[in-house]
């Protein structure tokens, strides 16, 4: 069944702020995340806590969407992150839990063809943005929750692969730097 976005979720900006190194609240910009979505290394922006910082502090479920610059992805919070507040460069999608379920939501939103879309929605600017119109009207293909688990489960195995692909090539590095180190000195 086809289904825009707006009928399954809830678009909301993200926190917009100046962010500071001192603060107590990890302040989420695109730049801690790789290219397929996951945090990687320590947060190093933060923002002070209190009621308006409480307000758009991130909630199990909810999705990040990055609506600015060259790189569109989507990721799905993670309650292990702790207090977190993403920053104004993401759209937070609060999907509907008894509609969708949001790691797939991710993949569709991660799906190339649809990062295509957004990436054309974009262009013509010398940054390219996606407007919360356009993303709320993103049309795509609502499956039963049991597909929806697959493709989740799918996901998860993906990810898994890439990570251990990636330690298996530094592994690789280091061997080989080490032989050649060896060899040469």
Not at 18 to 31: F, V
Not at 48 to 54: L, M
């Amino acid at each position: 069944m086809q289904v825009q976005l707006k009928d399954i979720a809830k678009i909301q900006f993200g926190y917009y702020t100046q962010p500071s190194s001192e603060g107590t609240i990890p302040y989420l910009q695109a730049k801690q995340f790789n290219h397929f979505g996951q945090l990687v290394g320590e947060n190093d922006t933060f923002v002070e806590d209190g009621e308006r910082t409480n307000d758009n502090l991130l909630e199990d479920g909810d999705i990040l969407f990055v609506s600015k610059g060259f790189r569109f992805f989507a990721t799905e919070y993670q309650t292990e992150w702790g207090k977190t507040v993403a920053s104004s460069i993401f759209f937070v999608i609060k999907p509907d839990k008894t509609k969708i379920l949001p790691s797939y939501l991710v993949a569709v939103l991660n799906h190339p063809k649809n990062l295509l879309h957004f990436q054309q929605s974009g262009a013509g600017t010398s940054i390219p943005s996606i407007r919360k119109g356009e993303l709320a009207d993103f049309t795509f293909n609502l499956i039963t929750f049991e597909q929806q688990e697959k493709i989740v489960a799918l996901q998860k195995l993906y990810l898994m692969d890439i990570e251990i692909t990636q330690r298996l090539l530094k592994e690789k590095q280091t061997l080989f730097q080490t032989v050649l180190s060896k060899t040469i000195n």
